[in-house]
């Protein structure tokens, strides 16, 4: 399962913000915890790493992934989109168009 966003700020950075049933219909909840590993060309969420970084906020309703930092706003550079990509035990974050 694949679904295209919109890179969005906060606070000058860029903003990885996921919500909803894509979560929840994908197998994650609210509370679980992931890592990320940040490459050239992808972020990797893993929920399996024993060394979680991060927890998914809101209600078991509406899970929200909510990522920002400098770290974002430089993986992201122009591009205006990036798709998520939910694979079992980790979704993967590549750039979209600039």
């Given at each position: 399962m694949?679904?295209?966003y919109k890179v969005c700020?906060?606070?000058?950075?860029?903003?990885?913000?996921?919500?909803?049933?894509?979560?929840i219909n994908?197998?994650?909840t609210n509370g679980m915890t992931f890592s990320k590993s940040i490459g050239d060309d992808e972020i990797i969420l893993s929920f399996t790493d024993d060394n979680p970084q991060h927890k998914i906020a809101g209600t078991q309703?509406?899970?929200i992934i909510d990522l920002c930092g400098k770290?974002?706003?430089?993986?992201?550079?122009?591009?205006?989109q990036y798709k998520a990509a939910f694979n079992g035990q980790t979704?993967?974050?590549?750039?979209?168009s600039e």
């Open positions: 694949e679904k295209l700020t906060n606070k000058g950075n860029k903003r990885i913000w996921i919500e909803g049933k894509i979560l994908a197998g994650f309703q509406r899970p770290y974002l706003t430089a993986f992201f550079g122009n591009s205006t979704i993967t974050i590549t750039k979209g």
